[in-house]
């Protein structure tokens, strides 16, 4: 964003801020539509877009998607440190404590999650009336061990696009993506399985992996994927049960397996019998086809996908594809774990699925991902920062800051300047390996407020 446009924004937020403040909108009250600011003011509608963001983020407003942005109840907010944020710790368990709270004048950019209002073309009260509808007299029994029937029906021919050919019966659904981590783990590791694991690797994996005491080894990811030289060396000397990769989008790297080293993968893996376990939830945030699974007959292969990041995380519905005889094993597993998943949220992820408003909410997110991407990457840069590779597919940026140590006492004094920042180091099982690492989000990191409040303190 050019210095122009930076000042049009501050423009509009100031001028719609002054009118909050003074109650020329009551709480609740809807203030105009993008549309009609766009034409009040003569900006286009990303100026307008940024504006809204930042008096969301300034606690001054909320959105309802499909009906607009509303004025939020003014109330005398605590201090930061009054909040109760915790500040010894600063951990794995600390960082998605952070991830289930909200803290007004706090900028999460550690945050795992989309920003809200790249959800707003998506009717979700509208679309679960419509699931009731459509399913109200299933609702009142336990439904399949392997999950909403039409639900896997729909994934099925879906998955068919990214060349992952399958039938329902190779479909078993989860309660969401850590549901269907956990069950694999607990159906596969002991305390003396080998499991090799991206480095850096996705941090709640890494916690769930240290609770069963297995041997847990990092292979190193590059720009296009894991080093197979290294891989290799460890499926021939050590010989691990299990390999936890991404193939596209990589928490939190950004990065995607190539083509190439998706074959070799897939070659070494099945040579020494070592079961890939492909973890694919941003799976809708690219055009990109090949995934480890495209390629692979389910000998060797689970994959792994869900809903959180594209719909909302609150509906937790995730689901793992295999080969058959696997996949009704842990199914078994599942029943004698939680009984069955919750069909009721599977009925409604199936219609919101099916319906055409879906597929104008991912053009739309898609925009959006792409636009901050690009706002992130240009703030970074500005503050002096390098990333470890350039995606506008993904929701991270693997960032480096020089002369910027993430120890923890620096991380004591991120939270102290209101930044909530998720630290290099709990993406290993090595503390200091990524201490010059962080992972930010571009849905934050795009946004003016992050690039003052990271400057401010850059400079501390």
Known sequence: MDSNSVHLVDQIFQILKHQIKSQLYKKNEKIPSIRKLCSQYNVSKNTVIYALEQLIDEGLIYSKPASGFFVMEQKNLPRFQQANIEMQDIDELWLMRRQLETFNGVINVGDGFPDSSWFDLLPLNKLLQKSLQENNTKLLRYGSKYGYEALRETLSLRLSQINIKVIPDNILLTNGVNDAIDLIIRYFVESDTIVLVDSPIYYP??????????????????????????????????????????????????????????????????????????????????????????????????????????????????????????????????????????????????????????????????????????????????????????????????????????SHDMMKKSVENKLVLAPGYIFSLDGQKYNQWTRLNVSVASKQNFYEEFSSFLNI
């Open 205 to 406: 994996l890494l916690k769930k992996l240290q609770l069963t005491k297995c041997k847990i080894i990092e292979v190193p990811r590059l720009v296009d994927g894991p080093d197979c030289q290294i891989l290799a060396e460890y499926l021939k000397t050590i010989k691990p049960k299990l390999f936890f990769t991404q193939s596209i989008s990589h928490n939190p790297t950004g990065t995607h397996i190539s083509l190439d080293k998706i074959k070799i993968i897939n070659s070494l893996c099945k040579e020494h019998n070592c079961l890939i376990i492909e973890n694919d939830v941003f799976s809708e945030y690219t055009d990109i086809k090949h995934r480890l699974s495209s390629y692979s007959d389910f000998s060797h292969h689970l994959y792994i996908s869900g809903f959180s990041k594209i719909i909302s995380p609150s509906i937790r519905v995730g689901f793992i594809v295999g080969e058959y005889h696997l996949i009704d094993k842990l199914a078994d597993f599942k029943a004698i774990l939680h009984v069955n998943s919750s069909e009721y949220a599977e009925q409604f992820i199936c219609t919101i699925l099916q319906s055409k408003v879906y597929e104008q909410h991912l053009q739309f997110f898609k925009e959006s991902l792409k636009i901050n991407s690009q706002h992130a990457l240009d703030n970074i840069k500005k503050l002096g920062g390098k990333v470890f590779y350039e995606a506008q597919d993904s929701l991270y940026y693997w960032t480096t800051f020089e002369n910027l140590d993430l």
